[in-house]
């Protein structure tokens, strides 16, 4: 079955630093990756949408700025949180889709635990 | 607009025995799919089961299986025999097809499985 990869699985560091995690699909091309961030007992809320060779779409009220996304092979996308704070704390959660199609499910990364002191 | 709805927010079931959780949905696709995901307190989002909105018959993986009832605009999950592996997380999704790539989760019900 179709694998993806999300590394690391847990980053804690210190207020300020920048953090970037990566996003492998392993055996298949994924054209569009998503980003999730999740907080504790409720659902995924998606944060961007990435496609391979161009800007990824951000949804409303979350910073491009703040959140860098890269997806520059259609078999890599990499998240960067940059000047990360403690309200930037998170389960940040990856998925790849081999298609656009109705039928095709998203198949996601193990995910990031992400604590900054 | 795209919506789905899971009214649950916790379920406990007995081992061993069957549980339905509930999932309705709006959409204005004609042609969507609809999905479930399991997320273990590990995190990691496990792809259960999947029917498409033209399938006419109820999908079935294993101990799971999908109640799809259309015309309700309902996809309830069924899992049999439950077990207490099966304690997690259960999100249900819909992605339409002119909806490009985006998929919308329910907020999620959280089951718990009792010896």
């Known amino acids: 079955g179709a694998v993806v990869s999300q590394h690391p699985s847990w980053v804690i560091c210190k207020s300020g630093t920048s953090v970037k995690i990566e996003c492998r699909s392993l055996?298949?091309?994924?054209?569009?990756m998503f980003w999730y961030r999740q907080f504790p007992k409720q659902s995924l809320m998606l944060m961007a949408t990435s496609n391979e060779g161009s800007k990824a779409t951000y949804e409303q009220g979350v910073e491009k700025d703040k959140f860098l996304i890269n997806h520059a092979s259609l078999t890599l996308s990499t998240l960067t949180v940059t000047s990360a704070h403690p309200e930037d704390s998170s389960f940040y959660i990856c998925?790849?889709?081999?298609?656009?199609?109705?039928?095709?499910?998203?198949?996601f990364g193990d995910g990031t635990r992400l604590s900054i002191l | 607009a795209q919506k789905i709805t899971q009214t649950q927010p916790g379920m406990f079931v007995q081992e061993k025995e069957a549980v339905t959780l509930d999932c309705t949905y709006d959409?204005?696709?004609?042609?969507?799919?609809l999905f479930w995901y399991k997320q273990p307190s590990s995190g990691e989002m496990i792809f259960l089961i999947y029917?498409?909105?033209?399938?006419?018959q109820n999908a079935t993986e294993g101990r799971y299986s999908l109640n799809f009832q259309k015309a309700r605009k309902s996809a309830n999950l069924v899992i049999s025999a439950s077990q207490l592996g099966d304690s997690a997380m259960y999100f249900c999704?819909?992605?339409?097809?002119?909806?490009?790539?985006?998929?919308?989760f329910g907020t999620g019900t959280s089951l718990t499985v009792i010896p």
């Open positions: 998925s790849a889709s081999s298609g656009a199609r109705g039928n095709q499910p998203q198949h």
């Open positions: 999704a819909m992605r339409g097809d002119n909806t490009g790539n985006q998929f919308y």
């Open positions: 055996d298949f091309q994924a054209t569009t």
């Open positions: 959409t204005s696709d004609q042609s969507y799919g």
């Open positions: 029917q498409g909105s033209y399938d006419e």
